[in-house]
């Protein structure tokens, strides 16, 4: 599970992280430089974790090969731009200044 940031056209807003699933080793750190970094993993899942009505909700899964489902969320277009195409689809950066 990675988040990278290369793409992103406004990194003032915060990523918001959630992983749902067993529990993990969550390790952070490694604040340096002149932007504050943190770069975070998760070196390992905690078999057996999984709380039981989650359990129970996936009944016929493959439970076994099912661990931590992540979902990273951010604003990444800076308020006042408009969205044209998609970024990355020969289409530049798919990103226009608003017009009134």
């Not at 992983?19 to 905690?46: E, I, N, W």
Request: one cysteine or more.
């Amino acid at each position: 599970m990675a988040h990278v940031d290369h793409s992103e056209v406004d990194y003032a807003r915060p990523l918001v992280s959630i992983s749902l699933g067993h529990a993990c080793v969550f390790l952070l750190g490694g604040a340096t430089g002149d932007k504050m970094v943190q770069y975070h993993g998760v070196p390992r899942v905690l078999e057996g974790s999984l709380l039981a009505h989650l359990w129970d909700a996936m009944e016929g899964e493959d439970n076994g090969e099912w661990a931590l489902f992540g979902v990273n969320v951010r604003q990444v277009f800076p308020p006042g731009m408009e969205v044209g195409g998609l970024a990355g689809a020969g289409e530049g950066p798919g990103v226009t200044p608003e017009t009134e």
